[in-house]
């Protein structure tokens, strides 16, 4: 163990190393207040069009014709999902199981802002 010790530096390199990692936690902890107060003016809705967009942008060829058309409404969103014709297949998926996992995601995450959310593919 000593030998170990000796080869990280001593434990004083061992504390300094930790002292390190809590004021990377402290300052982790006040950006993300930070960016609480800044999405406090964000509707969930777009939160959820965020990961949405995300997951399709990985599955696509042609990320630039890929657009999402957001509704909001009282009883919940509705996510519009278009994209190029040759990539509609790669969206929704062998049997629909790809916008089926992307629906499950996006109503997760709706379930945690407490809002409603569908998830569309347009043609």
């Given at each position: 163990?000593?030998?170990?010790?000796?080869?990280?530096?001593?434990?004083?390199?061992?504390?300094?190393a930790?002292?390190?990692?809590?004021?990377?936690?402290?300052?982790?902890?006040?950006?993300?207040?930070d960016?609480?107060?800044d999405?406090?003016?964000?509707?969930?809705?777009?939160?959820?069009?965020?990961?949405?967009?995300?997951?399709?942008?990985?599955?696509?060829?042609?990320?630039?014709?890929?657009?999402?058309?957001?509704t909001?409404?009282?009883?919940?969103?509705?996510?519009?999902?278009?994209?190029?014709?040759?990539?509609?297949?790669?969206?929704?998926?062998?049997?629909?199981?790809?916008?089926?996992?992307?629906?499950?995601?996006?109503?997760?995450?709706?379930?945690?802002?407490?809002?409603?959310?569908?998830?569309?593919?347009?043609?």
């Amino acid at each position: 163990m000593d030998d170990l010790n000796a080869a990280m530096g001593g434990a004083d390199a061992f504390d300094e190393a930790e002292a390190g990692v809590e004021g990377l936690e402290a300052e982790g902890a006040d950006e993300l207040v930070d960016a609480e107060i800044d999405d406090a003016s964000e509707l969930p809705s777009d939160r959820i069009a965020d990961l949405v967009e995300l997951l399709v942008l990985g599955l696509v060829d042609d990320v630039d014709a890929v657009a999402l058309d957001v509704t909001d409404s009282a009883e919940g969103s509705l996510i519009e999902i278009t994209v190029a014709p040759d990539d509609v297949g790669k969206v929704i998926g062998r049997r629909g199981r790809t916008i089926k996992s992307i629906r499950t995601l996006a109503r997760a995450l709706g379930q945690r802002l407490d809002t409603e959310v569908e998830v569309e593919v347009l043609d």
